[in-house]
């Protein structure tokens, strides 16, 4: 079975400049996620999508960030303009059934996002 | 601050010997707790979970442990091998929160040949 796929694995980028990464999960999972792990600290989430819903959004800086996952299949999460701050791993990761507390997330590889 | 912590930032391990990796967590809501391994450059990797209706499980080569009295989880990782070099994670969530995770910062073990 193919795991969570991510793209591109590595961006460096200045501050205040765009940049957008893409998730595909694994083939029928209905939940989505994207997280952000600062280096040194565990992932912490940013947003989680049920099919092409948004479920949690509350931890997204909406004024830079935004993710969409249009047809409930593929995601992209967007930082658009770019801090210094958001250097980090963005890792996505998806789930089979609705996202409930015992459904096993399987995680991506992650992008590495380093803002100079 | 953060609901889930590490006791230690760092584990170095001889081979064959076990490993116990300890974990804290403050939200007592929690009933569901999810320990992690991630590899430099890959994503987490789930290793075993447990409810907080059980107090342990075990899997293979690995065991977690909760104490629910002190809010504490612990992951034994049985006869380490060099391939258990990671940062482990404990990560715990709650019925209401729809899979919110809470990760904790992360042990750094390292395994000595």
């Known amino acids: 079975e193919a795991g969570v796929a991510q793209s591109p694995r590595y961006k460096i980028i200045e501050k205040r400049q765009s940049v957008a990464f893409w998730c595909n999960p694994i083939?029928?999972?209905?939940?989505l996620y994207w997280y952000q792990q600062i280096l040194g600290q565990g992932p912490k989430l940013l947003i989680q999508?049920?099919?092409?819903?948004?479920?949690?959004d509350s931890q997204l800086p909406k004024d830079r960030f935004s993710a969409e996952r249009l047809k409930g299949v593929d995601s992209t999460l967007k930082i658009q303009p770019a801090k210094l701050e958001d250097s980090a791993v963005y890792l996505c990761?998806?789930?089979?059934?609705?996202?409930?507390?015992?459904?096993?997330?399987?995680f991506g590889p992650g992008t590495r996002l380093t803002v100079l | 601050g953060e609901s889930v912590g590490l006791h230690l930032p760092t584990l170095s391990v001889q081979e064959g010997d076990n490993s116990i990796i300890n974990c804290a967590y403050s939200n007592s809501a929690s009933d569901y707790f999810i320990w992690y391994k991630q590899e430099s450059g890959k994503g987490p990797q789930f290793i075993i979970d447990?409810?907080?209706?059980?107090d342990k499980r075990q899997g293979q080569r690995v065991t977690v442990l909760l104490n629910k009295t002190v809010k504490h989880l612990s992951l034994q990782i049985a006869a380490t091998q060099p391939g258990d070099s990671a940062v482990y994670f404990c990560?715990?969530?709650?019925?209401?929160?729809?899979?919110?995770?809470?990760f904790g910062k992360g042990t750094k073990l390292s395994v000595k040949p």
């Open positions: 999508f049920q099919n092409n819903g948004v479920v949690d």
């Open positions: 083939s029928g999972h209905a939940t």
């Open positions: 990560a715990e969530t709650h019925g209401g929160s729809q899979g919110n995770l809470i």
């Open positions: 990761a998806s789930s089979l059934a609705v996202g409930g507390p015992v459904d096993t997330q399987y």
């Open positions: 447990i409810r907080s209706n059980m």
